[in-house]
């Protein structure tokens, strides 16, 4: 039923789904009246996306979702609704994050609902059962949403803090810095809302504003190389110095495939770093002892040629050969390898996102810098706030670069036409991004 489910939303048939989802929620009521006789014996968090019901809750998602696209936002919440009531023990904690997420999006946005948009967002943010960062960014949901009054506002703030029974890495001035790039004017008929021009003989060429702040820091701070990468850099960096660490076959109840990319484990909380602990600290013993230059360097390329290819945690089409990656290591220390590797092992789900933009270096001054990109009207969001505050700590230069526009009018209408023709694809794809975010109900 799940796969016959897939099947229609892939196909757009929004109302075939309805039809289908009929009788997926009578199995998931079921399902449950069983489970409620009978204990579910499913002893580790990682098999939870085998067992039936969880199937039943993914197909339930998208059936939530089917009338999402058909405005049916009333039935679309009360399935939201009545997922949110099932067991927590039953329903993984991100689907249980998308259901309250999307409900409090309807009730505030599309039902006209404040009231009850706000009642779920409080709710929410004073579970401490759902991430820190989930909890933060529903906070940050109900004031872009007004949702509530000034005195409310106040006291949910006041709740935010006495809540969260966790504490967020931000404990440091993060720098920013503001640069400026031509901004084609609304005039030149663009279809974009922004589209930043960098001049070239007898033309301009139109990227995206990472591109805008690369040119910047080659041009005005000397950076012989960079990478638009976000977390391919790090992630690569970690999956192949600790390649043994990550897929190590001794651990137990995580391998139940020869075809699995990664272990069970790497997205349940804690759980990968508690099962891995002592071989992770061992590792990074060695490489707060080792030499970056020679020793690191040589540990990088030996994995990189034993691995390469293998599907994991390494984006391999990211990098031509490990010469980029070493580039960067010889920019660094092992102190800030393990930095970096303690905060990814320690909670791989949480924090394998939010990375930096761009990580830029020169190889002869070993200086090296990460910097999150915004254009105008861009936000940072807790995730990336935390990275930066991280490798600040570590010892990596890093900041955040907003990218202001400054005005080209003198730019001529046919050269911008001709530009524009030539590389619409590639300006199309800077569009903002639709409103509603899709699940990925494979995960």
């Not at 990682?46 to 998208?62: G, M, P």
């Not at 936002?73 to 399935?79: G, L, M, P, R």
């Not at 820091?217 to 990468?229: N, V």
Request: charge should be negative; aromatic fraction near 10%; proline fraction near 2%.
């Amino acid at each position: 039923l799940e796969n016959e489910m897939w099947n229609c939303w892939n196909s757009k048939k929004y109302t075939v789904c309805l039809h289908v989802g009929s009788r997926i929620r009578h199995l998931l009521d079921e399902e449950l009246r069983l489970l409620s006789e009978k204990p579910c014996s499913v002893r580790l968090v990682h098999y939870q996306n085998f067992t039936a019901i969880v199937s039943l809750l993914r197909a339930s998602t998208v059936l939530a979702q089917a009338f999402e696209k058909l405005k049916m936002y009333d039935k679309a919440n009360a399935e939201f609704e009545h997922l949110i009531s099932i067991d927590c023990q039953l329903a993984p904690a991100h689907r249980r994050s998308f259901w309250y997420e999307r409900a409090i999006l309807n009730y505030g946005r599309h039902l006209k609902l404040p009231k009850k948009a706000f009642e779920l967002a409080a709710d929410v943010i004073q579970d401490n059962t759902f991430d820190y960062y989930f909890r933060q960014r529903i906070y940050d949901r109900v004031m872009q949403m007004n949702l509530v009054d000034e005195d409310c506002e106040k006291q949910l703030a006041a709740n935010i803090q006495t809540a969260l029974d966790e504490t967020i890495e931000i404990d440091v001035e993060i720098p920013e810095k503001v640069i400026s790039a031509l901004l084609l004017s609304k005039s030149m008929g663009t279809s974009v809302k922004t589209v930043f021009v960098i001049p070239q003989e007898h033309q301009f060429s139109c990227p995206n504003v990472e591109a805008v702040a690369l040119n910047y820091y080659h041009q005005e701070e000397h950076f012989s190389k960079g990478l638009h990468s976000e977390g391919s850099v790090w992630l690569a960096l970690f999956g192949l110095l600790c390649w043994n660490e990550i897929y190590d076959s001794t651990v137990e109840d995580v391998w139940i495939s020869r075809y699995q990319t990664y272990p069970l484990d790497l997205y349940v909380g804690e759980m990968f770093w508690i099962n891995r602990q002592k071989t992770f600290e061992k590792k990074f013993e060695t490489l707060q002892c080792l030499s970056v230059q020679v020793d690191i360097q040589s540990m990088l390329r030996a994995s990189w040629r034993e691995h390469e290819g293998i599907n994991s945690i390494v984006k391999w089409d990211a990098f031509e050969s490990s010469e980029m990656l070493e580039e960067i290591l010889s920019c660094m220390d092992g102190r800030m390898l393990v930095k970096l590797f303690g905060r990814l092992a320690s909670n791989f789900k949480r924090h394998s996102s939010g990375f930096p933009d761009l990580v830029v270096w020169n190889v002869q001054s070993r200086d090296i810098k990460v910097a999150e990109v915004k254009g105008p009207g861009d936000r940072l969001s807790w995730k990336q706030k935390a990275w930066l505050s991280h490798f600040i700590k570590s010892g990596i230069h890093a900041e955040v670069c907003l990218v202001k526009g400054c005005s080209s009018k003198a730019l001529s209408t046919a050269t911008v036409n001709a530009t524009l023709s030539r590389g619409r694809k590639r300006v199309h794809g800077e569009e903002e991004e639709e409103e509603e975010d899709i699940f990925d109900n494979h995960n």
